[in-house]
T-cell receptor, first 115, second 111 residues
Framework: EPEVTQTPSHQVTQMGQEVILRCVPI?????FYWYRQILGQKVEFLVS????????KSEIFDDQFSVERPDGSNFTLKIRSTKLEDSAMYFC?????????????FGSGTRLTVV | EDQVTQSPEALRLQEGESSSLNCSYT??????LFWYRQDPGKGPEFLFT???AGEEKEKERLKATLTKKESFLHITAPKPEDSATYLC????????????FGTGTRLQVFP
């Protein structure tokens, strides 16, 4: 069964450092998303990406965050200057029809720890 | 404001003891309601999508139903491997695909 692959599974970084979280979505999917889940809290939407541009972003997704699809297969989330409160699980997701009929396929996540 | 509330927060069942999880939502114009299963340290795993009141979907021991205000996930004769957190999410209306998640129900099934 096709899956969304995320790397690394766990990243520890110092406050103020830049991190890049990587995702390989399902190959024939066109819609890509990042969500995050702070420990013990809800899964929260960050950003959606379609046709090589951001289609929607949440209030959380401020100027410190950026996304890119550099080569047609990878989808990355960059946090420019990490803060302690960025510590969370970050999930990449993709879908073929904007989630219709088959839902969204999530990756296993990257646990980001900012120290 | 669009909102999703799940209950109970946690549920402990004996193997074979059927029960239901609830997801109530407040959304102006539901486009879709999703159920996911999440194991510890893993991403949400897609179970069902429901689109209109009265719709039902089944998969093995799970059955999801939808009304205009809530959805139920019925678990029939659960097994220990059904232990997980079950997440409900709604697809917000109007040209957006983002999902709004509830806090989930943590299910534990004991042998």
């Amino acid at each position: 069964e096709p899956e969304v692959t995320q790397t690394p599974s766990h990243q520890v970084t110092q406050m103020g450092q830049e991190v890049i979280l990587r995702c390989v979505p399902i190959s024939n999917h066109l819609y890509f998303y990042w969500y995050r889940q702070i420990l013990g809290q809800k899964v929260e939407f960050l950003v959606s990406f379609y046709n090589n541009e951001i289609s929607e972003k949440s209030e959380i997704f401020d100027d410190q965050f950026s996304v890119e699809r550099p080569d047609g297969s990878n989808f990355t989330l960059k946090i420019r200057s990490t803060k302690l409160e960025d510590s969370a699980m970050y999930f990449c997701a993709s879908s073929g029809e904007g989630g219709r009929n088959y839902g969204y396929t999530f990756g296993s996540g990257t646990r980001l720890t900012v120290v | 404001e669009d909102q999703v509330t799940q209950s109970p927060e946690a549920l402990r069942l004996q193997e074979g003891e059927s029960s239901s999880l609830n997801c109530s939502y407040t959304v102006s114009g539901l486009r879709g309601l999703f159920w996911y299963r999440q194991d510890p340290g893993k991403g949400p795993e897609f179970l069902f999508t429901l689109y209109s009141a009265g719709e039902e979907k089944e998969k093995e021991r799970l059955k999801a139903t939808l009304t205009k205000k809530e959805s139920f996930l019925h678990i029939t004769a659960p097994k220990p491997e059904d232990s997980a957190t079950y997440l409900c999410a709604v697809q917000a209306p109007r040209n957006t695909d983002k999902l709004i998640f509830g806090t989930g129900t943590r299910l534990q099934v004991f042998p």
